[in-house]
């Protein structure tokens, strides 16, 4: 019984928390976007009813009232079960990832309460074996969303939106799942909780000693997220706005909540799979025994390593443009497949022969893993590079083909 | 036009080099540019606040105003010039007989509709005294559409409260040179 509120508060505050990060980090968003494009962005909304304006951080408020009051228009040639299901499935799935991912390490005391468990974990689901597996499936019930509304809605950009989406999502678990195994090897477990620990005691984040499992990973991570340079689902030049074309008010803005939070799952994986969580060296060991201090300041190390991401998903935003679908789908099969799958091998080898060799060369193992993991990427890259080397010229070609058919 | 009209001319971009080629280029390159814009000085204008100061008021098309002589008198000689060049047709005059010895016309009532004008310019243009003429001022509005229609008085009073800041633009300028029409001497 204790167990179940124990686990009710931590849902409350993880809810209570991502709900305001999301609409702060809309309005920081907000003004990435504008500063990037030298201008200032929202700066005017403070205090309702006062002059006071706080350099904007009323916005939120603001723009989440402006959702509750828009009316909600539900177009007559929808089908209407699957119209309202889409972005309640899309909600649902954001939210649901959340149970197994930390959102810190341990908390030293249970507050005097017998009964709980010693020491609390700042986890929704704490130990649960197959975290990572569970983070998967549910993270896959997002495609479901996006295509329900998409088919839902009756609408060609939504119907196109909805299909790009899918096919977007399912291409890109692959590689997303073949840069994790890596980890999970090296980790030997699907646990976050576990896969932390096991960087902060051997003091090496995963992307100094796996960089080509980390370049996936990420790559992955963005694509789904749906975030640019991959928004193809949603891409407003060419589809108005995808599958949620015909959506309105508050069903909108579950849909539009879902996607950051889509973006969020993806840093905090990004975070707690290749830099480790919340260990940093010298400041919050490495034990499950902690001190208040140290507790918390693994909460803020986590969080900020976190933002620091989101920050970088925002930046990324407005660096490149595009992907074309063809080069998205050729990203994905072509390219992260086979050398998700290098890595896979490279890794597993290693961590067969790894300890002899490095024995064998008097090299600490942490090293020569770190150099494998880097040659590795270094022959992956010069690979693509040779293979597919990027070209700035996309524009149609002149070719005999074209002149045959115009004969 | 086919694909293989004679006409087209195939534009080929310079080959990328060997950095090129790695994707590494680009993609730092899109980085930089945009952390770059992150830290730079912002250009917008935070409006109410501060105002746009324009560089010449004298080529800015805002709203109109009515030049008074050196007597205070409207410069105005009711030709008609403006409203007949007007492509909006918001200029409405009301001609009457001068009262004064130095032109034959007046305008009794002159009448702009800033709603319908399109700041064109084409009234001081067409204007041959240079009576009429577009301020720099931009943030014009109202609470009704008659309030913003501007009658003499008002246009008078707009060329009071601009005068000192914006010059007749004849005032301060050289005459214009008779042209060289390249014929024989």
Request: neutral net charge.
């Amino acid at each position: 019984m204790l167990f179940f509120f124990e686990t009710l508060i931590k849902i409350a505050l993880l809810i209570a928390g991502l709900m305001t990060a999301a609409a702060y980090l809309v309005l920081v968003e907000r003004w990435m976007a504008a500063w990037i494009q030298d201008r200032v962005g929202p700066n005017r909304v403070g205090v309702p009813l006062t002059k006071i304006r706080l350099f904007g951080l009323g916005q939120p408020a603001a723009d989440g009232g402006k959702f509750f009051f828009k009316e909600e228009f539900t177009p007559g040639h929808v089908d209407r079960a699957l119209y309202f299901l889409g972005p309640m499935i899309m909600l649902t799935a954001a939210l649901a990832v959340f149970a197994v991912i930390p959102f810190g390490s341990v908390l030293p005391t249970r507050f005097g309460v017998e009964g709980l468990s010693e020491p609390i974990r700042l986890v929704v689901a704490p130990g649960m074996a197959a975290g990572l597996v569970y983070v998967f499936a549910v993270n896959g019930l997002a495609v479901y969303g996006a295509l329900l509304s998409g088919w839902a809605s009756n609408n060609k950009y939504s119907l196109l939106g909805g299909l790009r989406s899918a096919a977007q999502l399912v291409s890109y678990e692959l590689p997303l799942g073949l840069g994790i195994l890596g980890v999970v090897l090296v980790a030997g477990s699907l646990d976050l909780e576990t896969i932390i620990s096991h960087q902060a005691q051997s003091g090496a984040w995963n992307f100094m000693l796996q960089p080509l499992g980390f370049v996936i990973f990420f790559v992955a991570g963005f694509a789904e997220s749906g975030r640019l340079p991959f928004d193809l689902a949603e891409s407003e030049q060419e589809l108005v706005g995808g599958y949620h074309t015909e959506y309105s008010g508050v069903k909108l803005l579950m849909i539009m909540v879902s996607e950051y939070l889509h973006m969020f799952t993806a840093s905090f994986l990004i975070v707690i799979l290749f830099f480790g969580g919340w260990h940093f060296w010298g400041l919050t060991g490495s034990s499950d025994v902690v001190t208040w201090p140290v507790a918390l300041l693994r909460v803020v190390v986590l969080l900020g390593k976190v933002l620091l991401t989101i920050l970088f998903f925002m930046v990324a935003r407005w660096s490149w443009p595009r992907f074309r679908f063809d080069q998205l789908m050729g990203l994905a099969w072509k390219v992260m497949l086979p050398l998700g799958l290098l890595n896979l091998v490279v890794l597993a080898v290693w961590m067969e022969y790894g300890r002899a060799v490095a024995e064998a060369t008097g090299l600490s193992y942490l090293a020569a893993t770190a150099a494998v993991g880097w040659g590795t990427l270094a022959v992956a890259w010069l690979a693509v590079v040779w293979f597919a080397p990027s070209a700035s010229d996309n524009r149609p070609q002149r070719s005999p083909v074209v002149q045959e058919v115009c004969r | 036009m086919k694909p293989n009209d004679p006409d087209i001319r195939w534009v080929k971009e310079p080959p990328m080099g060997p950095t090129g080629k790695t994707y590494l280029s680009l993609f730092l390159g899109g980085f930089t540019t945009t952390l770059k814009h992150l830290v730079s000085k912002k250009k917008t204008i935070p409006f109410p606040d501060r105002h746009y100061e324009c560089p010449d008021p004298l080529i800015y098309r805002g709203v109109h105003r009515l030049n008074r002589d050196d007597q205070g008198r409207v410069k105005c000689v009711a030709c008609f010039l403006c409203s007949t060049a007007c492509p909006a047709y918001c200029i409405d005059i009301v001609a009457a007989e001068s009262p004064w010895p130095d032109r034959e016309k007046y305008p009794e009532s002159f009448t702009i509709d800033e709603l319908r004008c399109i700041y064109c310019g084409m009234c001081e243009e067409a204007c041959p005294v240079d009576a009429i003429e577009l301020t720099s001022l931009f943030d014009l509005s109202g609470k009704s559409r008659e309030e913003m229609i501007f009658d003499k008085e008002k246009l008078l009073a707009v060329y009071d409260m601009t005068k000192d800041a914006e010059p007749r633009r004849t005032a301060g300028r050289p005459p214009t040179p008779p042209r060289d029409t390249g014929g024989p001497s």
